[in-house]
């Protein structure tokens, strides 16, 4: 018999970042095997012409015997930085969005990670006696080497706690370093927090919500904490994150957006009585690398952070809040185009831990998952302590002369405010001085020439007061021109306001009261947002703001909520956006009388009849949620079925059309319930000199969506079309556009 060929050595079967559905074997460096505990390491390897970092997936003979393969460069992690629940938890991740796993595991990684950058120290620094310095210490003279040695002899001491309390300590140590009776040596990070601060009592519905949080803990639930604004949902995720510390265990807080992190953290800190790590887009890489090592490590026990914090590592996890779970921002929207609130759900399930969602509007999604007992509903109806709800009125300025968007109902109002000494909110959500420049002689105006189509203009935001044109879509931006270009007149007009027009005008009507703007406009540089609102205090005046403004802030001098455009939002062929614009006006709205003194909102519109509005004042945002529910189930929209959208670009039409095309016969071939609508021209049909297509999947249930892209991507990815085309798939889309 002849003698059966030799089995061929393992290789690593690597997830490398680079836009291929697929893994890519490689040899071990010299000297080196390949086990199956290398399984999530990273490792450096030549691409082409290029070196990438990336993470062995797997492990095994090569999917090629007879191929010469490549040998990695070298293993950069002693252990593997991607392990256990995380790493079965991100697999899931690119089988639900069908994207490369390579992609999906250099997005979760931190940016100093994905460079193939060492994991960073996340120890502090402590000094201690020699064996030599405890026996010695006695007949040591008098002076500061004696009483740093005095100071140390109980046991090691940490650098920060010696600045604190022994001054010039440094000289005195390198004194006893130099006769080898002290050393240097690292030491856990210092847990330097205030003592746990008592908060506010619970009224009977918190602590009903708290009771069923920690019912649950020990396994996986669901938990949807509905409360209307200002009724303290933030004091049930402290009680429930204080369970889960005191039994040893990590807890994550997602937020919606940098804005919010502040003023969070700072009272999270205040009262848990541990280091409250911040997670988010402000910090410099190696902050972020060294938070997330920290977790990794399970020395680190709370976050707070936005989307990306989903991807925290969780040895020790305990809890997981979901703050503001409707917001938009939570959904990333290009690269792998993950939620993170659903992916905190998945997760929570792998860890076995409760995941707390909260809201005031809650999406219709988790009210359905709550309707149907996929989730536990928890209801805080009233706000706490003596606050009370905001009285709102409809201000009708139909044939009304406005001065910058504001009616002369909304500026008496605004007096009137500041006259009692409160505070006044001014929400606009469009930032800039006006939408649009238009020649009032021949009707010209302002387009972008990389997103405007022969059949649809993209206008160019007004900014600077009149100064300066840009878009708010690619970023182009370009002076405002001193005569029209098509006749030469000179009668160019900012039509329309944005916040910065508005800032101008109530600045001059009332120049005795400070007036704020924030927007993104104000708050680029890091910790703008707080210190803006710091400067801001609790002395009267207007803040002027977008829906950055929206999210969670308290500002409890704040009596009066002016509303200022809300008809932009009325009239969308998204059919999402009639929630969007609800769930705004009700966050917004909820800013006003949130302490002792009672609060007004003014909504300023054309459309004082329209039916959401009518509904909202009336019956609040369940009843409008209610109606809203009815009509998505009869329309057969979400989440009553399941959505994908294949979307392409290129700088010809035909190449975006004929890709789609393909994609929609690969789709068709796999036979499954599926309703296909396009390929059509996308609502902004051109941005950043790019044409813009889609093609949108619904089906009826999950299993029958994602059964069809299974079946079609494969082919999708290897079609020529694809080459002569950018394109994404956008599992679930929140954005139609």
């Known amino acids: 018999m002849p003698e059966p060929s030799p089995t061929p050595p393992s290789v690593w079967r690597l997830a490398l970042p680079v836009p291929l559905p697929r893994l890519f074997d490689y040899r071990p460096p010299a000297g080196e095997s390949a086990g199956p505990e290398d399984v999530g390491l990273r490792v450096r390897v030549p691409f082409g012409t290029r070196e990438l970092v990336g993470v062995v997936a797997d492990v095994g003979p090569p999917e090629d015997p007879a191929a010469e393969l490549k040998a990695a460069l070298e293993r950069l992690d002693p252990e593997p930085v991607l392990q256990g629940e995380l790493l079965e938890s991100l697999r899931w991740l690119a089988r639900y969005t069908h994207a490369p796993l390579g992609e999906v595991l250099t997005t979760a990684l931190p940016a100093a990670l994905r460079r193939g950058e060492a994991m960073p120290d996340t120890h502090a620094w402590a000094w201690q006696l020699t064996e030599a310095g405890q026996t010695a210490r006695e007949r040591l003279r008098a002076g500061r080497p004696r009483l740093l040695a005095d100071r140390l002899q109980p046991g ?14 440094r000289s005195a140590a390198r004194a006893l370093v130099k006769r080898g009776l002290a050393e240097r040596v690292a030491i856990p990070a210092a847990a330097h927090a205030p003592l746990p601060a008592a908060g506010p009592a619970l009224n009977l519905e918190q602590q009903a919500a708290v009771d069923a949080v920690l019912a649950s803990a020990g396994g996986f639930a669901g938990l949807l904490l509905d409360g209307v604004t200002g009724s303290g949902k933030t004091e049930v995720y402290l ?41 988010h887009s402000g910090l410099s890489d190696n902050e972020r ?95 706490a302590g003596q606050a009370q709800a905001p009285r709102v009125r409809v201000c009708d300025v139909r044939k009304r002369p406005l001065e910058a968007g504001l009616s002369p109902e909304m500026f008496a109002a605004i007096e009137q405010a500041l006259t009692a000494d409160g505070q006044v909110l001014v929400f606009k959500n469009r930032r800039g001085y006006a939408p649009v420049l238009l020649c009032h002689d021949c009707g010209w105006s302002a387009h972008c020439p990389r997103c405007s189509t022969p059949l649809q203009g993209t206008p160019m935001t007004v900014h600077a007061g ?37 800032e101008e005008a109530l600045a001059a009507r009332f120049p005795e009261v400070p007036v704020v703007r924030i927007d993104r406009g104000t708050t680029q540089r890091r910790d703008a947002l707080e210190k803006l609102l710091a400067q801001f205090g609790t002395q009267r005046g207007i803040l002027v703001g977008t829906q950055m403004l929206a999210k969670g802030h308290d500002l409890p001098n704040l009596t009066l909520v002016a509303v200022v455009g809300v008809d932009e939002g009325l009239f969308s062929a998204d059919f999402r956006a009639p929630e969007k614009l609800a769930q705004l006006l009700i966050q917004v709205a909820g800013r006003a009388g949130r302490a002792q003194r009672a609060g007004e909102v003014l909504l300023q519109t054309h459309h004082p009849d329209h039916p959401l509005l009518n509904t909202l004042i009336a019956g609040g945002y369940h009843a409008f949620a209610g109606a809203e529910l009815a009509q998505r189930d009869a329309a057969g929209f979400p989440p009553f079925a399941h959505m994908a959208m294949l979307r392409a670009e290129a700088k010809q039409v035909e190449a975006c059309e004929a890709f789609l095309r393909m994609a929609r016969e690969c789709l068709r071939a796999q036979g499954a319930p599926l309703d296909l609508h396009g390929p059509l021209p996308a609502p902004m049909p051109r941005r950043a000199g790019f044409q813009r297509m889609q093609l949108l999947l619904s089906a009826a249930d999950r299993r029958s969506l994602h059964g069809a892209l299974d079946g079609a991507m494969p082919a999708i990815h290897a079609s020529p079309e694809a080459r002569k085309v950018r394109w994404s798939l956008d599992v679930d889309p929140v954005d139609l556009y």
């Open 289 to 383: 690398a060294r938070t997330w090592a920290a977790f990794a490590r399970g020395e680190a026990r709370v976050a707070v952070g936005t989307r990306s914090a989903v991807f925290l590592p969780l040895p020790d996890a305990g809890l997981i809040v979901v703050d503001e779970e409707h917001d938009g921002s939570f959904k990333q929207l290009d690269g792998i185009r993950y939620h993170a609130r659903d992916f905190a759900l998945v997760r929570g399930k792998a860890l076995e831990v409760p995941v707390l969602l909260g809201s005031a509007t809650p999406s219709l999604e988790s009210l359905r998952n709550a309707q149907s007992g996929r989730y536990e509903h928890l209801r805080l109806h009233a706000r």
């Open 466 to 502: 009149g100064r300066r044109l840009q878009c708010h879509h690619c970023g182009t931006r370009r002076p405002a021109p001193s005569a029209c270009p098509d006749c030469g007149g000179l009668a160019l007009q900012a039509q329309g306001a944005g916040t910065e027009r508005i």
């Open 156 to 169: 090691p001491l940490d650098e920060d706690r010696l600045d604190l309390e022994f001054e010039d300590w």
């Open 239 to 279: 009680h429930a994150i204080a369970d889960c510390l005191a039994r040893g265990k990590q807890a994550l807080v997602l937020v919606p957006e940098i804005g919010l992190t502040p003023q969070t953290l700072a009272r999270f800190r205040a009262r848990l009585g541990v280091p409250v790590h911040a997670l």
